[in-house]
């Protein structure tokens, strides 16, 4: 099974998850590139590995993985907006620079 990021950003959870046990079972490094991709803080996922040692690791590297994903989308939204502002301020400060001259 082979994703893009923005294809597994797409995926419900269950097969989100059903991606990670195939990746665990036959492709171990794709994951770690994956986490590293998407910037997953690997003592985090060590923390929560070890802190639930009878819970299913590809359903808590999934929440891991979506919580991040989450995250990141909630930084694009706030910069997105932050620079329509930013740019929406210096028009309008632009011109009033031109109604001066």
Do not use: W
Not at 36 to 63: F, M
Not at 78 to 89: A, L
């Amino acid at each position: 099974m082979e994703n893009t990021l923005s294809e597994l950003e797409q995926l419900g959870p269950s097969d989100l998850i059903a991606y990670i046990n195939d990746c665990i079972k036959h492709d171990f490094n794709k994951l770690v590139q994956l986490l590293y991709r998407i910037d997953v803080s690997e003592e985090k996922l060590k923390y929560i590995l070890q802190l639930n040692p009878n819970e299913d690791a590809a359903k808590l590297i999934a929440a891991v993985i979506i919580e991040r994903l989450a995250a990141t989308k909630a930084a694009r939204a706030s910069f997105s907006t932050t620079n329509k502002i930013d740019s929406s301020e210096n028009n309008d400060q632009h011109d009033e620079d031109l109604e001066r001259l």
